[in-house]
């Protein structure tokens, strides 16, 4: 009977070592199957159409057509223009993103009287929506009854409201300013978070030793602080490369594609040549871009070392 009830209780027991090892996998697989769904099937989709003739409006001639995009792509006249804009886009959209937010985390991560109602007004543009920001800034720069021109000719520095969404090679320019503005709290959020985790003790004995503020910030606060500040630019650069909200509310990429990202051309070939298989074909290249990056940032930053002072 004894040796009954042993054969019984094994194979339970069995089975219980076997869902405590399948037990992490089985509570992540709600999660794995949601990215695959939605993150793996689609690019494995835009990579299949990359390399196929896909236009909406020409069912018939639907076909594998190699690297015909790829090397239509890089015949486009227009794209040398277009990763002209995206580099400019990015550098000084991130750049000044970065330092001003860098100086409103110092700024507020002092004591003084009225800083969490002035810590909730810096923040609320984080708090709003791209599309918002978007016809706001539109408005501001109008022609007609915008802002900028109303307060530019009240002060004597032009004669006439300038079309400034509407001018070549430089139409960008007020999107980036948009975009400089709507991503500063970001920046500020998670450098003040940090900041707020570099134990005081370190800054008291450098007070001790006679080190000033300008060379603790730069010799322990920053190399403190390191993997918040690369981890933040590194996704800060993704967002802004693939980010083409604001650029397709204010200008439409105009005139002539002269503020167009590629996230935005993207847009206007789906939009207006329904060409899918092109469309594709760019946002793979976008991939293998921010893959490279990603790859050379960490390696530049050395962020494995990153924390260590």
Do not use: C
């Not at 007004?121 to 900028?148: E, R």
């Not at 707020?196 to 060379?215: K, L, N, W």
């Amino acid at each position: 009977m004894s040796a009954t009830n042993t054969r019984s209780a094994r194979p339970s027991v069995s089975r219980r070592r076997l869902l405590r090892r399948l037990e992490p996998y089985l509570l992540l697989l709600p999660a794995l199957v949601i990215v695959l769904a939605f993150f793996a099937y689609p690019v494995l989709k835009a990579v299949q159409l990359s390399f196929m003739h896909y236009v909406l409006f020409e069912p018939q001639n639907i076909a594998y057509s190699g690297f015909a995009n790829f090397k239509a792509l890089f015949a486009d006249p227009v794209m040398p223009r277009i990763l002209f804009n995206s580099l400019v886009w990015v550098v000084a959209t991130v750049g000044l993103q970065f330092v001003l937010g860098f100086a409103l985390a110092l700024a507020l991560n002092k004591k003084f009287r009225g800083k969490n109602g002035l810590q909730a007004v810096v923040f609320l543009p984080w708090a709003v929506s791209a599309f918002l920001i978007g016809m706001i800034f539109k408005w501001m720069f109008n022609q007609q009854n915008g802002l900028i021109n109303h307060l530019l000719m009240g002060l004597g520095l032009i004669d006439r409201p300038v079309a400034f969404l509407a001018i070549p090679h430089t139409s960008i320019i007020p999107v980036i300013i948009a975009m400089i503005w709507y991503g500063v709290p970001f920046f500020g959020i998670m450098i003040l978070a940090a900041l707020q985790s570099v134990p005081h003790e370190i800054h008291e004995a450098a007070d001790i030793d006679g080190a000033g503020r300008v060379r603790q910030l730069f010799q322990i606060t920053i190399p403190y602080i390191k993997p918040t500040l690369v981890l933040t630019v590194l996704l800060r650069v993704i967002w802004v490369f693939n980010s083409a909200d604001l650029i397709y509310i204010m200008t439409g990429g105009g005139p002539a594609n002269t503020s167009d990202n590629l996230p935005s051309y993207i847009f206007n070939k789906v939009g207006y040549t329904t060409d899918f298989g092109q469309a594709s074909a760019l946002g793979v290249l976008m991939l293998v871009v921010l893959t490279l990056y990603t790859i050379v940032f960490l390696r530049i930053t050395k962020y494995r070392e990153a924390g260590e002072i």
